[in-house]
């Protein structure tokens, strides 16, 4: 499948749930095109996919962008955080700009309804994790308009079906990063992340609660603020909402928010997978139009 022109030409690095569901994305965007899907196995359930759909695959890993460095332009790494570590290196010296989707702690920390154009300076982007992308627009919040947090903590909860392998291997990586990306967004003093992986059938919507030890809480202004930032998060994640609005209980703020995705790859659960990867693709298409090569409305 030739790449259509005008569009800012993409590798996506890992085949497993957040690859495939990324895929669907990018090829819904306006702004642009996946000329390689890139996975370890070409039987796998996601390379299959993406061949049917007819993307161009390949089982090489990221050797097929050193073997063809012309592919792209920017590659998604949807592998884990120990292999990006590899593949950063390797990216780098071939001068692509990279998104990175695992929590590696590489590359520069982003949140696009925080700081996307800022983010569009770096070559290396981290889009920290998928509870990270839902509740750190609400502690940058909090921390925006209370000053420095005593301490901020954050719950979410998805449904076990929605975490694949590289999901699951990097559960302390995922905890060290969100609670990173908390500090570094808000301003807190200290931080804490739970997930929990819920088995319940049928499965659960990707939930998360936001808690803030803050002095002298100023409920009205939170609650215009956190308004504010819902919808700004929702212009490029359409499911993500706001569900217990500022309150304040045991001595601590708490806010509530639910992501439901749109069922691209796996069912409409896995909220998970659109709050990252709309984030993602928020990115890239920054990209595209800093480019001045392409217009459009983007991916919906």
Known sequence: MAPREGKLKVAILGSGNIGSDLLSKVLR???????????????????ARAAAMGVPVSDGSVEAIENDPDVCDLVF???????????????????????????????????????LQECLEYPNVNMVTCGGQATIPIAHVIGAVHGEAEYIEVVS????????????????????TTERGIIAFSGCRRSKAILNLNPAQPPVDMQATVYAR???????????????????????????????????????IAVMVRVRGRGDYLPSYAGNLDIINCAAVAVAEGHARMTGSVQGEGAR
């Open 29 to 47: 965007s306006d702004l642009l095109e996946c000329t390689l899907f890139i996975g370890r196995n070409l039987a796998s359930r996601g390379i």
């Open 214 to 252: 803050v002095d002298e809480p100023d409920l009205e202004r939170l609650t215009a603020a956190v308004d504010e930032m819902v919808e700004k998060v929702g212009v490029y994640v359409p499911g993500y909402e706001l569900i217990v609005p500022p309150t304040v209980e045991n001595g601590r």
């Open 77 to 115: 790494d949807a592998t884990s955080a120990l292999s990006h570590i590899r593949h950063a290196e390797v990216l780098e010296r071939l001068g692509k700009t990279v998104i990175d989707m695992t929590p590696s702690n590489l590359g520069r920390m982003c949140i696009p309804a925080v700081n």
């Open 157 to 176: 909860q998805i449904a076990s079906r929605s975490a694949g392998p590289a999901t699951r291997v990097n559960l302390d990586e995922y905890i060290e």
